[in-house]
């Protein structure tokens, strides 16, 4: 079946500093990939997504791209604000077919950004 | 749009006891599904439904019964509360053309005692 891994958490950074989190997934068939971010309280909000190969999907300095070869999907943004604090989940869709686009997430990663 | 909204926010129940949590979408999506949130583990897909009167299982079912009379709402219930089912919830929609993402409800905070 579909899996997403995720690097182990919590992460912490100062300001400013770079960010890495990283995603592999087992997938088959062609999946849709997915960066989703939880605030403090809140439901899930899709941060980018990618549908294929060698796609890069970005939003609000975050950046991530599919790579079929090395099946990863990692998140990254040059330079973090405390505001980035949040919970982070990898997730990939199946490509349709009769399952409609089931979301697997990974576990999750909390970030914390200190000033 | 609303989008997609979810009722309660927080309950508590006791072991045994039953409860229905609601979930509604305004975006006319044939799509939805439940998953649960606990530490650790991500979300896990609960159950799920590609329209009115269709619904399926999905990892986690157990403990769990849902229904689509209509497409915009799709109502959890829980017959048989127990402690393993403390956890938070969330409902989502999605569109079956075009977009794939989906979009999460605010979530259920439940607490079995």
């Known amino acids: 079946g579909n899996s997403v891994t995720q690097m182990e958490g919590p992460v912490t950074l100062s300001e400013e500093a770079f960010l890495t989190i990283n995603c592999t997934y087992t997938?088959?068939?062609?999946?849709?990939l997915f960066w989703y971010v939880q605030y403090p309280g809140e439901g899930l909000q899709l941060l980018l997504k990618a549908t294929k190969a060698d796609d890069k999907g970005s939003n609000k300095g975050f950046e991530a791209t599919y790579r079929k070869e090395t099946t990863s999907f990692h998140l990254e943004k040059g330079s973090v604000q405390v505001s980035d604090s949040a919970v982070y989940f990898c997730a990939l869709s199946d490509a349709g077919g009769t399952s409609y686009g089931k979301l697997t997430f990974g576990q999750g990663t909390i970030l914390t950004v200190h000033p | 749009n609303a989008g997609v909204t979810q009722t309660p926010k927080f309950q508590v129940l006791k072991t045994g006891q039953s409860m229905t949590l609601q979930c509604a979408q305004d975006?006319?999506?044939?799509?939805m599904s439940w998953y649960r949130q606990d530490p650790g583990m991500g979300l896990r897909l609960i159950h799920y439904?590609?329209?009115?009167?269709?619904?399926d299982q999905g990892e986690v079912p157990n403990g769990y019964n849902v229904s689509r009379s209509t497409t915009e709402d799709f109502p959890l219930r829980l017959l048989s509360a127990a402690p393993s089912q403390t956890s938070v919830y969330f409902c989502?929609?999605?569109?079956?053309?075009?977009?794939?993402?989906?979009?999460f409800g605010p979530g259920t905070r439940l607490t079995v005692l």
């Open positions: 975006m006319n999506h044939e799509y």
């Open positions: 439904s590609v329209g009115a009167g269709i619904t």
């Open positions: 989502a929609s999605r569109g079956t053309s075009g977009r794939v993402e989906q979009f």
């Open positions: 997938a088959t068939g062609y999946p849709s």
